[in-house]
């Protein structure tokens, strides 16, 4: 029974907490005058500390079906803050790459987005936050090998 409760709270508190969070972001963005969200933003600064991705890799590393990864890169193309380009091989593999807006952009939003984490990590020591993120590696490393997703 306990064990139970246990799980549910876990379940709920991430889900909560993720929820709040990208509100939280998602709300602070439109007050600062960005017109993007933190799902884009996520995606933007993949694209920015790898200097370029193939879409398959942003689908794998925000665990985002293609529909879904080719609906924000519709977007941020849109916005002119990335490009997409056919890899060499003339597949219909493609490369998005951040323009001068996007690097522009990328470079603002991330000072407000380090103020949000800032905020939202009040009064947790640094010990404290290694402990939660570590327990929620063993927690992903548990679940990794048992999810399929349609990626």
Do not use: H, W
Not at 9 to 31: C, D, H, K, P, W
Not at 71 to 92: A, F, H, P, Q, Y
């Amino acid at each position: 029974m306990l064990r139970s409760i246990l799980r549910e709270r876990i379940r709920a508190r991430l889900y909560t907490t993720g929820v709040m969070l990208r509100a939280f972001s998602n709300q602070t963005f439109m007050e600062e005058g960005y017109d993007i969200t933190t799902e884009q933003f996520y995606v933007l600064s993949l694209i920015a500390d790898n200097k370029e991705l193939y879409q398959r890799q942003l689908s794998e590393i925000t665990l985002k079906d293609r529909a879904n990864i080719s609906r924000i890169i519709k977007i941020l193309l849109e916005k002119e803050l990335i490009t997409k380009t056919v890899d060499s091989n003339g597949r219909k593999i493609y490369k998005v790459k951040l323009t001068k807006k996007g690097e522009e952009l990328y470079q603002k939003v991330k000072i407000t987005a380090n103020k949000i984490r800032q905020i939202a990590t009040k009064n947790v020591p640094k010990e404290e936050m290694e402990i939660c993120l570590n327990t929620l590696d063993k927690i992903f490393y548990n679940l990794e090998d048992k999810v399929t997703l349609q990626i």
